[in-house]
Each structure stands twice: as structure tokens, then as C-alpha cells.
């Protein structure tokens, strides 16, 4: 069963990911918990080139490659292994994040294109699952501020992320069977509970 977060900047998924994780190793399942972009040696040096705040030239289609290649890696180095063996892995975005942020977001490539290389990159490998935690783009901006980590595409303006929000509500309308939502701006524990449920549901109905 693969099941991804995705969401919007400040949504709250990465923390998350660890208690699920736990949660379902408790239930007695194997559980494989990963972030993209990363979660192998190779695509976190990728994901510190395209999150460099230094990296300001860097052209929108440069930042599409670079997200698929460091897809295609965790592809084939953990995902389809751990699925292949029965686990549950739950991973902190996936393809949805690249349509949603340079396609809806930078509006320069058609978002066919982007989808023929994700195709690419995934080899063909969806999730069962795929929750979004769904807040106003003001609220998780804000949030983000108050962390640490402050990468290139926060930087990119307000406008950029409410497309990018508007986005994901477009790709939950095209796949509804795929998709649920979860409304992040509440407490994290009501999140916590939700996400569970969701789980609970998708795995008992599997
Ligand atoms: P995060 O893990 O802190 O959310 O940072 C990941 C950033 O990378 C976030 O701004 C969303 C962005 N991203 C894309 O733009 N496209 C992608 O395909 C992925 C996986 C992430």
C-alpha cells in the first residue's frame, strides 16, 4: 500500500509522517515512512540544489528534471522494493507536488508534459492513497516563516502558492478516487486522528 501527504507550504504533513509511522508499526504492519524530494543519499544532494536560495536562474524546467530524477531514484532504490515486500510506505509528497508547483504554480509547462515526465520518472508507480492537507495559503506561509527551513520555493510570491493550493483542488477533482482531504488548519491532534482514519479506512477496504 503506498500512501503520500501533499500539501500546500506550512501544511503540517512532515510532522505527521513519524507518529503514522509508529502508529501503523504498533498495528503490526511493515511501514517504510520517506520524504520526497529525497530519502536516498543521491536525491538529497539533489534536493539541496534545487532548494538553494542561491539558485535564483534556476529555469522552472531545470527544477522539473531535477524533481524527477531525484523521483526516479527513490522509485527503483525504495519504493518499489518496499512495496514488493508488503510494506506500507507512507512518503511526505510524490508526483502530485510537481503538477501542483511547476505546473499550476509557474503556469510555463503544459501540465501533458509534466505528466509524460513523471511518467518517466515513476515508471508508472501511483499511490493507492493520496491525502492533502489543505489550508489557506496565508496561515502556512506564516507558519513556514516561523521554521527553520525557508527554501527557494517559499520564497516564490503569495500568488505563486495560492495556485499552487488551487492546484491541488483541481487534481482531487480529476481523480476523486485517488484523493481525500483533510482540513490542516486545525489542531494536530484532530489532524492526527483524521489521517488515521483515512488510513484505517483505505486499509480495511484493501
Ligand atoms: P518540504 O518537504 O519542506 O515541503 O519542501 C519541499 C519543497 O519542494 C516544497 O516547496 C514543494 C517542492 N516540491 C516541488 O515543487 N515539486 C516536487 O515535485 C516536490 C516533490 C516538491
Avoid at 149 to 167: I, M, P, S, Y
Amino acid at each position: 500500500m503506498f500512501i503520500t501527504l501533499e500539501g500546500p507550504e506550512g501544511s503540517g504533513k512532515t510532522s505527521h509522517i513519524k507518529p503514522l509511522a509508529e502508529w501503523l508499526d504498533h498495528l503490526g504492519h511493515k511501514v517504510f515512512a520517506t520524504r520526497e524530494p529525497g530519502g536516498t543519499a543521491i536525491g538529497e544532494q539533489i534536493r539541496d540544489v534545487i532548494h538553494n536560495l542561491k539558485n535564483t536562474e534556476m529555469h522552472p524546467r531545470t527544477e522539473a528534471l531535477l524533481y524527477q530524477a531525484a523521483r526516479a531514484q527513490i522509485v527503483e532504490q525504495e519504493l518499489r522494493p518496499r512495496l514488493a515486500s508488503g510494506y506500507i510506505v507512507l512518503c511526505d509528497r510524490y508526483f502530485d507536488s510537481t503538477l501542483a508547483y511547476q505546473g499550476y504554480g509557474h503556469q510555463v509547462i503544459p501540465l501533458e508534459q509534466l505528466r509524460s515526465v513523471i511518467q518517466f520518472a515513476t515508471n508508472g508507480l501511483k499511490p493507492d492513497l493520496t491525502i492533502l492537507l489543505d489550508l489557506p495559503v496565508e496561515v502556512g506561509i506564516q507558519r513556514k516563516a516561523n521554521q527553520q527551513e525557508w527554501n527557494r520555493l517559499d520564497a516564490f510570491t503569495l500568488e505563486f502558492h495560492q495556485r499552487v493550493r488551487d492546484g491541488y483542488h483541481q487534481l482531487v477533482q480529476q481523480d476523486p478516487g485517488r484523493w481525500r482531504v483533510i482540513d490542516a488548519n486545525s489542531d494536530w491532534l484532530t489532524i492526527q486522528e483524521n489521517l488515521r482514519q483515512l488510513i484505517l479506512t483505505k486499509l480495511s477496504s484493501s
